[in-house]
């Protein structure tokens, strides 16, 4: 099991969110939670991946065409920290 954590940002963020991206993130943490990150590579819809640039070091998932959850692993102890979730920005 992997332990999620979230900043007081991502509650915020989920407010205005749509409510099928609320879902998405329900069921995207669930994944996490069991699995963790080799889970989410399973379901292609996330296209979990890696960020460059200002973000290095941190993994990206989407939850919808613009929404996206942007987490980081910490010391490899089954952390999950999430960071952001929000639209993406094009």
């Known amino acids: 099991m992997w332990d999620v954590f979230e900043k007081k ?8 969110a749509p409510v099928e991206v609320l879902k998405r993130y329900e069921a995207w943490k669930r994944i996490v939670e069991i699995s ?11 296209r979990d991946e890696s960020l ?3 973000w290095k070091g941190y993994r ?7 929404w996206r959850v942007i987490y980081k692993i910490q010391n490899e102890v089954l952390e999950i920290h999430i960071f952001e979730v929000t639209p993406h920005k094009y």
């Open 9 to 16: 940002s991502v509650s915020k963020a989920l407010k205005k």
């Open 36 to 46: 963790g990150p080799a889970g989410l590579k399973l379901i292609k819809g996330f």
């Open 52 to 54: 460059r640039g200002e």
């Open 60 to 66: 990206s998932s989407r939850l919808g065409i613009k």
